[in-house]
């Protein structure tokens, strides 16, 4: 099985990053596990204007990967 993880994020060291890579070695047993960030200039821009610009940007980013059987939680 092929996990794709799409995220709208910074790439950053933090508290959650040692608990992610836990999560994620124990997962890597059953499935193949790949975290894509998605995060761009246009989403940045649209994160100082507002939040409906940003909200729209976030939608736009992930559209080309709603293909086949997908869980996205927005």
Same mark, same amino acid.
């Given at each position: 099985?092929?996990?794709? +993880?799409?995220? %709208?994020?910074?790439?950053?060291?933090?508290?959650?990053?040692?608990? +992610?890579?836990?999560?994620?070695?124990?997962?890597?047993? *059953?499935?193949?596990?790949?975290?894509?960030?998605?995060?761009?200039?246009? +989403?940045?821009?649209?994160?100082?204007?507002?939040? %409906?610009?940003?909200?729209?940007?976030?939608?736009?980013?992930?559209?080309? *990967?709603?293909?086949?059987?997908?869980?996205?939680?927005?």
């Amino acid at each position: 099985m092929k996990i794709n +993880i799409y995220t %709208i994020e910074k790439k950053s060291v933090d508290e959650f990053s040692k608990i +992610i890579d836990n999560q994620k070695k124990m997962i890597q047993k *059953y499935a193949q596990v790949n975290e894509i960030p998605c995060f761009s200039k246009k +989403i940045s821009s649209a994160q100082n204007r507002d939040a %409906i610009m940003a909200s729209s940007s976030y939608s736009e980013a992930f559209e080309p *990967y709603l293909k086949g059987y997908n869980i996205a939680l927005h």
